[in-house]
């Protein structure tokens, strides 16, 4: 059973326009979110974080938004970039979870039409 | 900053073959993890670390070992590789605050 579903496998967005990239989990006990972006033939590189004590941190162009009653986090990207057409992961964690590997979704592929 | 070191990049392997993929750390993190990532599948973790001599599976075992001999190694075995085990292969190193991951190695099994 998928903890961590990125319901979205790919996503198109203009350059300039606004990307939200949408990540749902299930396991309560989860209390640190991060977000990897991909590009192929490269390891993930890590983008953002959010603990479960914040609803939003920011970074740049790069936003996330925590919904902890819905279970539900999204990444923003404003303005979107073409530099930024990758595939994106979301993972979460706990933050007292001694050796518990991160758990990942599926991921979503992002391309950012010029 | 963490570096992570794949041996190789690309890899073609015949069927049968038994295959050594080498991942070093520079730091001094006790954990270090395999992933393969598959269109479609995202990352999926096949075995893990946290200290040497120490593995742990993951989701997807099956045909895989790995060896920690040292705290900056770790290896992942294909016993006798397969065609479904045409993959890229992710190390990382790190905790729960975030991995840093090699660049990963593109394993052909023809």
């Known amino acids: 059973d998928q903890q961590v579903k990125q319901n979205s496998p790919s996503l198109s967005v203009q350059e300039g326009r606004i990307s939200i990239l949408n990540c749902d989990y299930t396991n309560s006990m989860f209390d640190y979110f991060l977000w990897y972006k991909k590009y192929p033939a490269e390891g993930p590189t890590f983008l953002i974080s959010i603990s479960s004590i914040k609803d939003k941190n920011e970074d740049g162009r790069f936003t996330v938004f925590l919904n902890k009653s819905a279970k539900h986090l999204s990444l923003h990207i404003v303005p979107s970039q073409p530099g930024d057409s990758a595939v994106y992961f979301c993972?979460?964690?706990?933050?007292?979870?001694?050796?518990?590997?991160?758990?990942f979704g599926k991921g979503t592929r992002l391309s950012v039409i010029a | 900053d963490v570096k992570v070191t794949q041996s190789s990049r690309y890899l073609v392997k015949r069927t049968g073959e038994k295959v050594f993929l080498e991942c070093v750390q520079d730091m001094d993190h006790e954990n270090m993890f395999w992933y393969r990532q598959d269109p479609g599948l995202g990352l999926r973790l096949i075995y893990f670390s946290y200290d040497v001599k120490m593995k742990e599976k993951g989701d997807i075992p099956e045909g895989y070992s790995v060896s920690r001999e040292k705290k900056e190694r770790f290896s992942l075995i294909l016993e006798s590789a397969s065609t479904n085990q045409t993959s890229m292969y992710l190390c990382a190193t790190g905790v729960n605050y975030g991995y840093t991951f090699g660049s990963g190695t593109r394993l052909t099994v023809v």
């Open positions: 993972a979460a964690s706990v933050e007292g979870g001694g050796n518990t590997p991160l758990v």
